[in-house]
């Protein structure tokens, strides 16, 4: 029976939009733990990881351009997050990380990646998160985990947990991609990243995209990380995330891609990130991102 430890990443401070911490929370009130549990899934819930440092709300995320904003507790909550997605893998586990803010993939994937040789990463998300200071327009770090995680920006994040890149950009997959910004492009442009945009995907269909990012890993890769935002969905879907952007993907066709996720076998890991409570409509976000969940377990959807 697969064992899945649910680690919730509590955590604000890669953006300025307070309240997404509080996501895991969120999920949990709309039944994940029971919805996995459905699918014979043994699931054990670690609880929340929290930073050292509180949430200063009168200056939270404020500080000069061209700094990381919120640097010390961004790094306090990663370090401690790799330590417990590296001992829930080690433990022959599938870490499910629940956000929070999607800066919290620099402590996923740096406390996921020794275990593998040449991990895969699909990227699915509105955003490319390829920044690092010198290309973000905001400084927040939740625009840079990819980068960090393939080497770029600040030293002690590159190398927190592990020395050293924790993912080769040719084993990285980018699905939903539609608000990049122009050092990203060039990154991936330079680095021949594989990228499906919503044009791709509307052209393609998500069946085609889903299984060519699949082929594409296939061989090359010995364990695949999905990390997950809400907002590559349509904000018409998601409304509850601190950045949406419009023209999204669907949920059936999220529901859909997860389900190949599943039949493949492929994914040893996950992250689902940037649920903001404080932003959402009745929870709906949460609930719809506790189903896209359950699909990717197995959960036939009616």
Same mark, same amino acid.
């Given at each position: 029976?697969?064992?899945?430890?649910?680690?919730?990443?509590?955590?604000?401070?890669?953006?300025?939009?307070?309240?997404?911490?509080?996501?895991?929370?969120?999920?949990?009130?709309?039944?994940?733990?029971?919805?996995?549990?459905?699918?014979?899934?043994?699931? !054990?819930?670690?609880? !929340?990881?929290?930073?050292?440092?509180?949430?200063?709300?009168?200056?939270?995320?404020?500080?000069?351009?061209?700094? #990381?904003?919120?640097?010390?507790?961004?790094? !306090?909550?990663? +370090?401690?997050?790799?330590?417990?997605?590296?001992?829930?893998?080690?433990?022959?586990?599938? $870490?499910?990380?629940?956000?929070?803010?999607?800066?919290?993939?620099?402590?996923? #994937?740096?406390? @996921?990646?020794?275990?593998? !040789?040449?991990?895969?990463?699909?990227?699915?998300?509105?955003?490319?998160?390829?920044?690092?200071?010198?290309?973000?327009?905001?400084?927040?770090?939740?625009?840079? $985990? #990819?980068?960090?995680?393939?080497?770029?920006?600040?030293?002690?994040?590159?190398?927190?947990?592990?020395?050293?890149?924790?993912?080769?950009?040719?084993?990285?997959?980018? @699905?939903?991609?539609?608000?990049?910004?122009?050092?990203?492009?060039?990154?991936?442009?330079?680095?021949?990243?594989?990228?499906?945009?919503?044009?791709?995907?509307?052209?393609?269909? @998500?069946?085609?995209?889903?299984? +060519?990012?699949?082929?594409?890993?296939?061989?090359?890769?010995?364990?695949?990380?999905?990390?997950?935002?809400?907002?590559?969905?349509?904000?018409?879907?998601?409304?509850?995330?601190?950045?949406?952007?419009?023209?999204?993907?669907?949920?059936?066709?999220?529901?859909?891609?997860?389900?190949?996720?599943?039949?493949?076998?492929?994914?040893?890991?996950?992250?689902?990130?940037?649920?903001? $409570?404080?932003?959402?409509?009745?929870?709906?976000?949460?609930?719809?991102?506790?189903?896209?969940?359950?699909?990717?377990?197995?959960?036939?959807?009616?």
């Amino acid at each position: 029976m697969l064992k899945v430890d649910i680690i919730g990443a509590a955590t604000s401070f890669g953006q300025p939009k307070l309240g997404v911490d509080l996501g895991p929370d969120a999920l949990r009130y709309a039944n994940l733990v029971e919805e996995i549990k459905s699918v014979d899934v043994e699931v !054990n819930d670690k609880g !929340n990881i929290y930073s050292d440092f509180k949430v200063d709300v009168p200056t939270h995320s404020s500080s000069e351009d061209k700094v #990381l904003k919120n640097y010390g507790q961004v790094v !306090n909550f990663n +370090e401690k997050l790799a330590a417990s997605a590296d001992e829930s893998v080690a433990s022959g586990a599938f $870490p499910l990380i629940i956000g929070g803010d999607h800066s919290l993939a620099i402590g996923s #994937l740096a406390g @996921i990646s020794p275990h593998y !040789n040449n991990l895969g990463v699909i990227w699915y998300d509105a955003h490319a998160d390829l920044n690092d200071i010198n290309t973000s327009p905001s400084g927040n770090v939740h625009g840079m $985990p #990819l980068a960090i995680s393939c080497g770029i920006g600040d030293e002690r994040l590159v190398n927190l947990h592990t020395p050293d890149i924790k993912v080769k950009p040719r084993n990285i997959v980018l @699905i939903g991609m539609r608000d990049l910004d122009e050092g990203e492009k060039k990154y991936i442009r330079d680095e021949n990243i594989l990228m499906y945009t919503m044009e791709d995907i509307e052209e393609k269909g @998500i069946s085609t995209v889903m299984t +060519e990012a699949l082929e594409y890993l296939h061989g090359k890769t010995d364990g695949i990380h999905l990390s997950l935002d809400v907002d590559a969905l349509d904000p018409s879907e998601t409304p509850g995330t601190g950045t949406p952007v419009e023209n999204g993907l669907s949920l059936s066709d999220t529901i859909h891609a997860m389900n190949l996720l599943h039949e493949s076998g492929s994914v040893t890991s996950m992250d689902l990130v940037e649920v903001n $409570p404080l932003l959402d409509d009745r929870n709906m976000t949460a609930e719809k991102a506790v189903a896209i969940v359950a699909a990717f377990f197995g959960k036939e959807q009616k």
